[in-house]
């Protein structure tokens, strides 16, 4: 084997390695990328969803319903109050609040 054999053997060897390094660092950032979108984007857009949709949402249904109760009760109240103010028109008064006039 000549020089020019084993230069050209050389440098196909170097073209090899250098191919390498470039899927290597490929791969190596496309992994880097996605590590980082799935734990800085993906797993905290879901543990804020979740929080949401689990916690907030089922607060915020608890607090419309009592006062949808409080507002019943309060109609309740309200027609018993009347009922004692005034015995005698009574049924007026509460057929209007029924209709939701009052």
Known sequence: ???SDLNRIWHHH???LDQMAFRQIL???T???GTFIFFRILIPFWLSQYYVKYHL???LT???LSWGYVIYA???AAQWQLKDDYPTQTHN???TLKQGDL
């Open 14 to 16: 170097q073209m090899a």
């Open 27 to 29: 791969v190596f950032k």
């Open 57 to 59: 949402l089922i607060l």
């Open 31 to 33: 992994y880097h990328a």
């Open 74 to 76: 309060t109609r309740l």
């Open 93 to 95: 008064f509460c057929e």
């Open 62 to 64: 608890t607090v419309l």
């Open 1 to 3: 084997m000549g020089a």
